[in-house]
């Protein structure tokens, strides 16, 4: 039941600021409840599958995904979810707490500053050179996301804006297909390994799918910029927490 | 449960295999987008990730 009200409160805080909510998902469930941190990664991803698909459809029927430009970066964001979601599986859970307070600092002060805007109006003429870029970081943001359990759209909105010029709406339709993909791949190395509990996958997606669609209803009423700037300095208190508690073990 | 040593059926008609419809639907959505449009790169690349997804699922990843 625990599991259920965090995952769901975390996939509403999360689409209320238009992410997927596993930089909460993961301390939460590894501080609050106690789970042990690649469990807590695994069912992160399951959950993001929930959030970022039915987001994602949204964007489908209004016409905000650019197919071929999703399913290109995400050849190689899959392939860094493969190898990250591996790599962590060897990893101590020491380190993952380390990592993960490393990148919630990251996450933190992004949201802090606004993150960047691009401001494409038009979907540009993405040359080879550009392509190569947006293809690299793809990879690093699929390796993060199967790394720590997070989708990676905090990373994959700005590489389409900054590095290729693509327009804001499009970039965040386009990165909700590519992190409903990444996610689902990353997740089948966690359940292949049994970091996660059957009895919890149900409810799990199930929440998250739920938490998204109010999230995504009550953001359209509520001012983003503010609750940005609450969201940086929760995620400091959390850095600390996790980095604390990786530094203790 | 392992699904190295469960048949199709049982693939498919498995929970945890439900769960994950609506992303291959997804997919599937992108795949007939593609295919409408006639661009064959975009279809190429589809083809790709469903090929790459499907490696992925069938023996648990590359490493």
């Given at each position: 039941?625990?599991?259920?009200?965090?995952?769901?409160?975390?996939?509403?805080?999360?689409?209320?600021?238009?992410?997927?909510?596993?930089?909460?998902?993961?301390?939460?469930?590894?501080?609050?409840?106690?789970?042990?941190?690649?469990?807590?990664?695994?069912?992160?991803?399951?959950?993001?599958?929930?959030?970022?698909?039915?987001?994602?459809?949204?964007?489908?029927?209004?016409?905000?995904?650019?197919?071929?430009?999703?399913?290109?970066?995400?050849?190689?964001?899959?392939?860094?979810?493969?190898?990250?979601?591996?790599?962590?599986?060897?990893?101590?859970?020491?380190?993952?707490?380390?990592?993960?307070?490393?990148?919630?600092?990251?996450?933190?002060?992004?949201?802090?500053?606004?993150?960047?805007?691009?401001?494409?109006?038009?979907?540009?003429?993405?040359?080879?050179?550009?392509?190569?870029?947006?293809?690299?970081?793809?990879?690093?943001?699929?390796?993060?996301?199967?790394?720590?359990?997070?989708?990676?759209?905090?990373?994959?909105?700005?590489?389409?804006?900054?590095?290729?010029?693509?327009?804001?709406?499009?970039?965040?339709?386009?990165?909700?297909?590519?992190?409903?993909?990444?996610?689902?791949?990353?997740?089948f190395i966690y359940l292949n390994a049994g970091k996660?509990?059957?009895?919890?996958?149900?409810?799990?997606?199930?929440?998250?799918?739920?938490?998204?669609?109010?999230?995504?209803?009550?953001?359209?009423?509520?001012?983003?910029?503010?609750?940005?700037?609450?969201?940086?300095?929760?995620?400091?208190?959390?850095?600390?927490?996790?980095?604390?508690?990786?530094?203790?073990? | 449960?392992s699904i190295y040593?469960?048949?199709?059926?049982?693939?498919?008609?498995?929970?945890?295999?439900?769960?994950?419809?609506?992303?291959?639907?997804?997919?599937?959505?992108?795949?007939?987008?593609?295919?409408?449009?006639?661009?064959?790169?975009?279809?190429?690349?589809?083809?790709?990730?469903?090929?790459?997804?499907?490696?992925?699922i069938?023996?648990g990843g590359?490493?």
């Amino acid at each position: 039941m625990l599991l259920a009200v965090i995952i769901f409160s975390s996939a509403f805080l999360g689409s209320l600021i238009g992410l997927g909510g596993g930089f909460l998902m993961v301390p939460l469930l590894s501080i609050l409840l106690g789970l042990p941190i690649h469990e807590a990664i695994g069912l992160s991803l399951i959950s993001i599958v929930g959030v970022s698909t039915s987001a994602s459809l949204n964007y489908v029927v209004e016409g905000n995904v650019d197919f071929k430009l999703g399913s290109t970066l995400e050849i190689a964001s899959v392939l860094g979810a493969i190898i990250g979601a591996n790599i962590a599986l060897y990893l101590s859970s020491k380190i993952l707490f380390i990592a993960f307070g490393a990148i919630l600092i990251y996450i933190g002060v992004v949201m802090y500053r606004g993150g960047s805007r691009g401001r494409a109006e038009v979907m540009p003429d993405i040359g080879r050179v550009r392509m190569l870029n947006g293809f690299t970081a793809s990879f690093v943001a699929g390796f993060l996301s199967g790394l720590l359990g997070i989708g990676g759209g905090i990373l994959k909105v700005p590489i389409m804006t900054l590095y290729l010029g693509v327009p804001m709406k499009i970039a965040i339709g386009t990165s909700e297909y590519m992190i409903a993909i990444t996610s689902f791949t990353g997740s089948f190395i966690y359940l292949n390994a049994g970091k996660i509990s059957i009895q919890y996958l149900g409810s799990a997606f199930l929440s998250s799918v739920l938490g998204a669609q109010l999230g995504s209803k009550v953001s359209l009423k509520t001012e983003s910029h503010l609750l940005r700037k609450i969201f940086a300095v929760v995620m400091t208190v959390f850095a600390s927490i996790m980095i604390g508690k990786g530094v203790s073990m | 449960m392992s699904i190295y040593n469960s048949t199709l059926s049982q693939y498919i008609l498995s929970p945890i295999y439900l769960i994950y419809l609506p992303s291959v639907m997804l997919l599937f959505i992108a795949l007939h987008n593609q295919y409408i449009k006639r661009d064959i790169l975009g279809l190429i690349a589809v083809i790709s990730l469903f090929v790459l997804i499907l490696f992925n699922i069938l023996y648990g990843g590359v490493i």
